[in-house]
């Protein structure tokens, strides 16, 4: 698993598609977090925004082969295998990039309440900040793996179906991506910093069954 994990790195790097979805990451970021705003309602808001950049990441790196050369890498292993390793080089990726935006976002932020009434503990602010984060990379790499090859196949349906599907993950009232993000933005206005590992557990077993499904269909479907 560590060889093939190491050779989609390197693919995701060399093919440089990944530049698209860090730059509108980036401008996202922007656009919404400026420096002294309040820690936790811009940590909510850039873990949101990772959501989708982690089902773009997925689409990537499942269409980064072509067909012929995705068979060659799946003789030796599995094409069940090769496909977890796809994604997972997505979801690490992810992680990544919600790293480095969680690190910046509470550098930068002000550690205090909305309205500066209550002051918020910086250290508590990243770690619940990165939870939530970590959360919805996993969501959106869920997301990802069930809108894409192996159960879809026509970029017409995939777009179309990863877009709504980050929708409704972000937005929806029991999404574990959704109460990470609104127990952020809940703390703000009390000062309290939440705890979010139980949307955290639950994204995680959300995008381990989805890889699970995913994986399993690889090898009835690959041409």
């Avoid at 269909?217 to 690959?222: D, E, F, P, S």
Wanted: glycine share 10%.
């Amino acid at each position: 698993m560590s060889a093939l994990l190491r050779y989609h790195v390197e693919l995701l790097l060399r093919s440089q598609r990944w530049l698209a979805p860090v730059i509108l990451y980036a401008a996202f970021l922007g656009v919404g977090v400026q420096s002294g705003q309040p820690v936790l309602d811009s940590l909510g808001y850039a873990a949101a925004g990772l959501l989708p950049v982690a089902a773009w990441l997925v689409r990537i790196c499942v269409t980064g082969e072509p067909p012929a050369a995705r068979a060659v890498v799946a003789a030796p292993h599995g094409p069940a295998r090769a496909h977890l390793a796809c994604l997972l080089t997505a979801l690490l990726a992810a992680a990544v990039l919600g790293t480095a935006a969680t690190l910046v976002v509470t550098l930068i932020s002000d550690p205090a309440s909305n309205g500066a009434r209550v002051r918020v503990d910086r250290l508590g602010a990243g770690a619940a900040g990165l939870a939530a984060a970590y959360a919805c990379a996993l969501l959106g790499a869920a997301v990802g793996a069930l809108t894409h090859w192996p159960l879809l196949r026509s970029a017409g349906r995939t777009v179309p179906a990863m877009l709504l599907g980050a929708l409704l993950a972000t937005v929806l009232a029991g999404s574990p991506a959704q109460a990470a993000v609104s127990g952020l933005v809940t703390g703000s206005q009390s000062g309290r910093v939440p705890v979010p590992l139980l949307p955290l557990a639950g994204a995680a077993l959300l995008a381990a069954a989805a890889f699970a499904a995913a994986c399993a269909l690889t090898a009835r479907r690959t041409p």
